[in-house]
């Protein structure tokens, strides 16, 4: 089993709409958690962190589920810019390199 | 401020010859390090570097994979020879702190293409 797993998608969403996506992780020593985002052909960069209670930035939530072992990533209103591929990453206790899920493709259509 | 840089840019290179990535973190940045993205999966830790020292490398994939951080600058990552399978796309990322703030920076990457 991966330690950490995404849907691949692609998800195709029509501008404006809601879309969310999940990433489980099996390592229940993780600790850290991080939605990175990555456009055709270039490199991951950091969206947001994951805190236990939740966060939000603009059309962006993000939400851990200890119990679960799962994170959320929630885009209201999706705009044609936010069609990427988003990576899930986990930090696990002991380590200090972050480990990758294999990302979720969204493509947001007018 | 510059960004974490990699050279080259893609690779083509025959079975059996050797490539060298070259990655330029950036500055102040003590941590480094490498991953690997192969055509249709997750990108894969490789090692880590604080300053000069390798803190990690437990993602090697085996000894034909050589990295090195002479001087705690920039690191180089050689492989030696190259096989099919190591075809894919290396990324050198960057951070100040230690991996748990998630802050890493990460360059464009080097794709390796192995015929």
């Known amino acids: 089993r991966k330690e950490v797993e995404q849907d691949p998608g692609p998800f195709n969403v029509p501008e404006g709409a809601t879309v969310a996506f999940n990433c489980t992780y099996s390592?229940?020593?993780?600790?850290?958690f991080f939605w990175y985002r990555q456009d055709c052909r270039k490199e991951p960069k950091l969206l947001m962190s994951?805190?236990?209670s939740g966060n939000e930035d603009g059309r962006f939530t993000a939400q851990l589920n200890r119990a679960s072992q799962y994170i959320s990533l929630l885009i209201r209103d999706s705009k044609l810019s936010d069609s990427a591929t988003y990576l899930c990453?986990?930090?696990?206790?002991?380590?200090?390199?972050?480990?990758f899920g294999s990302g979720t493709r969204l493509q947001v259509q007018p | 401020e510059a960004g974490v840089t990699q050279f080259p840019s893609h690779s083509v290179i025959e079975k059996g010859q050797t490539v060298t990535l070259r990655c330029d973190p950036i500055?102040?940045?003590?941590?480094l390090y490498w991953y690997r993205r192969v055509m249709g999966k997750e990108i894969k830790f490789l090692l880590h570097?604080?300053?000069?020292?390798?803190?990690?490398e437990s993602g090697m994939p085996n000894n034909r994979f050589l990295a090195e951080r002479t001087g705690g600058t920039y690191s180089t990552l050689k492989v030696q020879p190259a096989e099919l399978e190591d075809s894919g796309v290396y990324f050198c990322?960057?951070?100040?702190?230690?991996?748990?703030?998630?802050?890493?920076?990460f360059g464009e990457g080097s794709r390796l293409t192995v015929l």
């Open positions: 990322a960057s951070s100040r702190r230690g991996g748990g703030t998630g802050e890493l920076f």
């Open positions: 390592n229940s020593a993780s600790q850290s």
């Open positions: 994951v805190y236990s």
């Open positions: 990453a986990v930090l696990t206790t002991g380590r200090r390199a972050l480990t």
């Open positions: 500055s102040g940045h003590d941590n």
């Open positions: 570097f604080v300053k000069e020292s390798k803190q990690d």
